[in-house]
């Protein structure tokens, strides 16, 4: 007997010296969903990091109901206001009815039931508690009146309490069975969540019936309760209260070990423009096959992330995939960082002339035959002009300048983070055919804007230190491209989504069979990047950069200037402007800029990257190998033969006479020789058409066209197939 007193001594001691203060428990409090918060202090998005339990921020005793803390008051504990921890009334008449047997409620008040959650060893066990134990819970109860306010007391209950199932606490209980804040709980609400506290998992029957009497010691009526009640613990999945705006950017950043309300670099203002912009222009799409999209906004100075709409809400099949982070083809996005590195280096000038026509690129894995989106050939055009036209052929010419790995390290110097090696994707990856994400592309599009100077976005308000990756007079000459409505007007129009009020450089870009379509650009203060398409990778219908994701990139732009136009950069040192005119008025007289060194009054088509005196046969070479495109018609599938002047002959019959010739290919191996003006053979090669006749069989039985097209595909050793341009 003296050592179990003296144990109890001992644990009463303990207790005493272990308990914690009112402030200490509202800080450990730790809830099982945390709050996002933009860069304003606005709540954002609730995240949920623990799948156990469901407890909510804490709640003040000043934001619940009246009526909540009077119901629970009068379910538990009576005499709440009028007892030190202990009601010994309360106690005498439990063991007087426990003597004759009778059913009363516990002699617990809400002080010793609090006790009981702050100490797991004074809570009450499946098999009741000790009489150690009680004493133990009377004597922590009589502790916690001493050091605490009553309010603090009830506060702390409400907040830890067990309720229904996983749902710990009155935060929780209101916006789950009721979706409401604990604030605005009535009368009715108020006594089905006291009846909860004295039997969480009752049968709804049992707790409507406890909830009336409740209601009745108050005079209070009983009508609709039973509905009510059983409407209110059938509720599943209820989802947090408040605005739930970027569910992908805060899985990105939200630490689960944080604090409950955790700042990011988010505007709520502009996320809520971005989901407004991409509903919209998915609506306006909705008979086309486009169910995706994704938006990204980056301030240019810091890199801070404004906006990340990764999906377009419940209306996604595929909601959960974060569009920002997925990659992709960006398509023609890619052209100005391959003109960029070839202003550097010198090797072009905006006011070049490429050659806009069939080509053929030797690779490894045979011939690379690029063409433009929409089939044709615009001949010798400037740099200006076939950047601002989104022209593939000229674009590919300037990427073999450069060589793959050049172009391929330099994309990663902005960020891009590609896969494989250059060599992997070969002369394609000028087009777009190396995977990237939207983050990634905007992020590198920031890059331009800010002269050529690289930081990595800032999720979390950090600022990293920026690094120059390409020189800045170079990236001024392909801003001013990209600003120019009229190096566009030939394709786009000088009306089109990309024009706007003031200065903005931006590109669009399409992938092959219009997977994914783009548009990327900037102004003096944001970048905005926009991504539509099918998270499943089916093609729309239709649909390009322009009429897909152009749109919504020009809404935001001009909401986020709205007042306050954006201002064209100033010219850096090292880039002047000259007036030009162009043989034989090939395009109209213009000032140009140029880098310091390369400039030049008159530009010649006959000056630049003209072919030289040809020998024998140029193209096709001996043993090359050809595969056709089953998406392309075969009325605008060609093959160019080029050489020396001379009469051709294929497989012995003759085709026509001089140095080039388009000829429509047909399946099967081929003889072509190139006769001189005496008739003598000068040169004979051999080649190989496959794929010709997919088309056709494909017509004749449309249920084999897929595995056809995919058979014939995986056979081909080289293809002609590319990214398309706009």
């Excluded at 880098?595 to 530009?603: M, N, Y």
């Excluded at 998406?631 to 006479?657: C, M, N, S, Y």
């Excluded at 097209?709 to 341009?725: N, V």
Aim: net charge positive.
């Amino acid at each position: 007997m003296k050592r179990a007193l003296a144990a109890l001594a001992l644990a009463v001691s303990t207790a005493a010296q272990a308990l914690p203060g009112f402030d200490e428990v509202r800080a450990a409090h730790r809830p099982s969903d945390l709050v996002l918060l933009d860069r304003h202090g606005v709540a954002v998005q609730t995240l949920r990091v623990d799948k156990q339990v469901r407890r909510l921020e804490w709640v003040a005793i000043e934001q619940m109901s009246p009526a909540l803390l009077r119901a629970v008051i009068a379910s538990e504990d009576r005499r709440f206001h009028e007892h030190s921890g202990v009601d010994w009334r309360a106690v005498a008449a439990s063991a007087w009815s426990n003597l004759w047997n009778t059913r009363t409620r516990g002699a617990s008040t809400l002080t010793m039931q609090l006790a009981g959650l702050l100490d797991d060893g004074l809570a009450r066990p499946e098999g009741g508690r000790s009489a150690a134990r009680k004493l133990g819970q009377a004597f922590t109860a009589t502790q916690l009146e001493r050091r605490w306010r009553k309010s603090q007391i009830l506060e702390a209950y409400l907040n830890s309490v067990p309720l229904r199932g996983e749902l710990v606490g009155v935060g929780a209980i209101a916006q789950t069975l009721f979706g409401k804040h604990a604030s605005g709980l009535d009368d009715t609400e108020a006594a089905i969540i006291a009846a909860l506290v004295r039997a969480p998992n009752a049968a709804p029957q049992r707790v409507a019936q406890r909830a009336c009497e409740l209601l009745k010691q108050q005079a209070l009526g009983c009508e609709g309760l039973d509905v009510i009640t059983r409407a209110a613990l059938e509720r599943r999945g209820a989802m947090p209260l408040g605005e739930q705006l970027a569910p992908h950017f805060a899985r990105q950043v939200m630490d689960p070990a944080g604090p409950a309300r955790q700042p990011s670099t988010l505007d709520a203002r502009v996320q809520r423009l971005a989901i407004g912009a991409l509903r919209r222009q998915l609506a306006e799409l909705s008979g086309r096959n486009v169910e995706d999209g994704a938006i990204v906004v980056l301030d240019n100075a810091s890199g801070a992330v404004l906006a990340w709409v990764g999906a377009n809400g419940a209306t996604s099949a595929a909601a959960q995939v974060d569009g920002v982070l997925a990659r992709r083809q960006p398509g023609s996005t890619i052209k100005p960082f391959v003109y960029q590195l070839a202003f550097e280096r010198r090797l072009l000038t905006p006011a070049s002339l490429l050659d806009d026509s069939p080509a053929q690129i030797a690779t490894a894995a045979g011939l690379y035959l690029p063409q433009n989106y929409d089939r044709d050939f615009k001949g010798w055009v400037s740099v200006r002009s076939a950047l601002g036209n989104s022209l593939n052929v000229p674009a590919v010419r300037a990427g073999a300048m450069l060589g793959p790995d050049a172009l391929f390290a330099r994309l990663n110097d902005f960020g891009l983070a590609l896969a494989e090696s250059g060599g992997h994707h070969g002369a394609a990856l000028a087009l777009g055919s190396a995977d990237v994400t939207l983050l990634g592309l905007a992020n590198a599009y920031r890059a331009l804007a800010n002269g050529g100077l690289f930081g990595a976005p800032s999720l979390r308000g950090e600022a990293p230190a920026p690094r120059r990756v390409a020189d800045a007079g170079a990236v001024h000459l392909v801003v001013d491209i990209l600003a120019d409505d009229a190096a566009r007007a030939r394709t786009f129009g000088l009306s089109s989504a990309l024009a706007t009020r003031g200065f903005a450089a931006v590109k669009t870009g399409t992938s092959k069979d219009l997977r994914d379509n783009w548009c990327v650009g900037f102004t003096d203060r944001y970048t905005v990047g926009v991504w539509v398409g099918n998270a499943s990778g089916a093609a729309m219908h239709a649909v390009s950069g322009i009429s897909g994701a152009a749109p919504i990139w020009r809404e935001i732009v001009a909401a986020l200037h709205e007042g306050r136009p954006s201002r064209a950069p100033a010219r850096p040192a090292g880039v002047l402007a000259q007036r030009i005119e162009f043989d034989g008025g090939r395009e109209p007289a213009r000032d140009e800029l140029f880098l310091a060194g390369t400039e030049q009054a008159r530009w010649r088509a006959s000056a630049q990257l003209a072919p030289q005196r040809s020998f024998g046969i140029t193209s096709p070479r001996d043993g090359s190998r050809f595969a056709l495109d089953p998406d392309i018609p075969p009325q605008a599938q060609r093959i160019v033969f080029e050489g020396e002047h001379g009469t051709w002959l294929l497989d012995g019959k003759r085709l026509g006479t001089g140095s080039r010739l388009r000829w429509a290919p047909w399946p099967g191996r081929h003889e072509l020789s190139l006769l001189d003006a005496r008739g003598r053979a000068v040169q004979t090669v051999r080649f190989e058409v496959r794929g010709a006749t997919l088309r056709a069989q494909a017509a004749q039985d449309p249920a084999q066209a897929t595995s056809l097209r995919d058979a014939k595909r995986r056979s081909i050793a080289a293809s002609i197939t590319m990214p398309q341009a706009l």
